[in-house]
């Protein structure tokens, strides 16, 4: 059964610092994974799908990388802004074909 | 660009009742998800669907649980008689390949649902 764990549970940072978010799953054999920001009360969004064959991905600011060996994901954010402030979740697909979400770290990033 | 809609944005029912909560799946995706959140809590799979059936389902859909897609847009979940922890918010997601496709999950917005 994947388990998935993000550290660090919350952050908080003045902007324009560069950020790290890490994710553990315990299941490798995964065909890809997806970063995904959450908002208070909404539904989430999309950031980065990265494959097992990749080992970065870039969309703008961001950058996920994926060790799959280690059951290792990082979600990388140059240059934050108060925008950037969400809970970042890690989904890798678990057993068949759901993504088992992460319970996400809490970023605030002050102005 | 196109969105999973999900429709109402919140329901509010009386335990023991039933409600229907209804999403729109991007056009041309083939493959259907629900997921839930208790606030607070992590996001959980409930159950996944695929031509027409059931392709997999946690331990939590259990048979007070059934999704249908009644026409060619729609995506429903029924719960047949509500409980108080059965209070959450409802996401429904959906994608246009399989897990082995390396394409994106989409979301909708989803509904809170609030059983009294």
């Known amino acids: 059964k994947q388990e998935v764990t993000q550290i660090p549970a919350a952050l908080s940072v003045p902007e324009g610092e560069n950020l790290v978010l890490n994710c553990s799953f315990t299941d490798s054999a995964i065909y890809n994974l997806q970063w995904f920001r959450q908002d208070p009360g909404k539904g989430l969004t999309s950031l980065l799908l990265?494959?097992?064959?990749?080992r970065e991905q870039t969309s703008g600011r961001l950058n996920a990388s994926l060790d799959k060996s280690s059951g290792r994901s990082t979600l990388y954010i140059a240059a934050s802004q108060p925008g950037d402030s969400a809970t970042y979740l890690c989904a890798p697909p678990g057993y068949g074909q759901n993504f088992v979400f992460g319970p996400g770290t809490r970023l605030s990033v002050l102005p | 660009e196109p969105e999973v809609t999900q429709t109402p944005s919140h329901q509010v029912t009386q335990m023991g009742q039933e409600v229907i909560l209804r999403c729109v799946p991007i056009?041309?995706?083939?493959?259907f998800y629900w997921y839930r959140q208790i606030l607070g809590q992590k996001v959980e799979f409930l159950v996944s669907f695929y031509n027409n059936e059931i392709s997999e389902k946690s331990e939590i859909f259990d048979d007070q649980f059934s999704v249908e897609r009644p026409d060619g847009s729609n995506f429903t979940l029924k719960i047949r008689s509500t409980k108080l922890e059965d209070s959450a918010m409802y996401f429904c997601a959906s994608r246009r390949t399989g897990p082995a496709a390396n394409e994106k999950l989409f979301f909708g917005s989803g509904t809170q649902l609030s059983v009294l």
């Open positions: 990265i494959q097992s064959s990749q």
């Open positions: 056009s041309n995706h083939l493959y």
